[in-house]
Structure formats: structure tokens, C-alpha cells
């Protein structure tokens, strides 16, 4: 398979994996019905200290994984093979996902800091504020599902390189580094000589 389209196919079915976890927490939402404003004012009073936490943990989450695809990357720069740019192409796409979240769990922190309590016409809407919480928990909760996914493909190629006997899709293969069997010492030679 080309390397741009593995690539692609897999940011696609992390993507995928992701919008179904959205999908099912936003789902969660449907358990409790519609609501009216005053129903949606206390489910927002009581969803607020989970949402808080489940942004912070998302968000430092996502800066952890950032931090150790720094790790990963050097790890790889400092192997001696080559990898192929579909391994580099695949860390930047998670740190791009990550920073993305990163950014989305701040904004969603930074709109519960609001006090929107206070506003007359936002409490004859509650119903939106409850229902945009609802899908910013649900759309950052699938973004991180999408990045674990990621992270998987990318861990689990990059395991093959270091397994005795298995080749790895990960690494180039250059033409002078593979050994015709005509090329090859004799086994005694390469001993210090026959004896």
C-alpha cells in the first residue's frame, strides 16, 4: 500500500473511531430528552464540575502526548536506519490532533468560566448552553479517542522495526544495503580466518 494512503486511511479510521465516541457521548445527551430551560439550567448546574475536570484532563492529556511525541521523534532520529516520511507525516498528524484538542478544551474551559448565571437572556435559553456543553464534552472526549487510535498505528508500526526478524513498513531500504547471497564471506572468514 502506498505510504500517503496508509497514512490517510489511517487518520481516517481514527477519525472515525473518534466521531463514533462523540456520537456516543452526545448520545448520552438523548438519554435525558429534551429540556426546557429551567431543566437545562439545573443540568448544566450539574454537569459543570465534570465538565471542568473532564476539559482540564483532556487538555493535559493531550500536552502529555505532545510532549512524549517529542520523545518519539528523537528515539527515531537517533536509530540508525532511515524511516520513511510516512512515520514523521503520522507523529505530525497526532501533535496537530493534540493541538487542536489542546485548544478546544481551553475554549470550553474558558466559556464554563463565564458566569452565565448571571444573564436574563441566557437564562431564557438554557437549553442551548446546556446542549453546546453537551457537544464540546462529546466532540473533545472523540477528538481524544481519534488520537489514542493514532497514537495505536503509530506505536504498533514503529514496535516492528525492533522485533528480531520482522520487517517494518517504518524503514527505507536502500539498495547497497541489502547483501546478495554471492556477496557473503564464508562463514569462517568473518571468524578471523579459517582454522
Known sequence: MNNSLENRTDLRHALIGGGIAAIVGFGGMALVGTVSSYQAERLVQAALPSVRFLASTLAAAAATIMALMLTMLSFTRGHDGDFKETHYRR?????????????????????????????????????????????????????????????????????????????????????????????????????????
Open 91 to 195: 507523529l505530525r498528524q497526532i501533535s496537530t490532533l493534540c493541538s487542536i484538542l489542546i485548544a478546544g478544551s481551553v475554549l470550553l474551559l474558558l466559556f464554563l468560566a463565564i458566569p452565565i448565571e448571571e444573564s436574563d437572556e441566557v437564562q431564557r435559553r438554557y437549553y442551548i448552553v446546556y446542549y453546546g456543553i453537551s457537544l464540546g464534552a462529546a466532540a473533545a472526549t472523540g477528538l481524544l479517542v481519534a488520537i489514542v487510535m493514532m497514537l495505536n498505528y503509530a506505536i504498533r508500526n514503529l514496535v516492528g522495526v525492533f522485533i528480531p526478524g520482522m520487517e517494518s513498513d517504518l524503514m527505507e531500504t536502500h539498495e547497497d544495503d541489502r547483501v546478495e547471497p554471492d556477496d557473503r564471506e564464508p562463514v569462517g572468514a568473518a571468524a578471523g580466518g579459517e582454522r
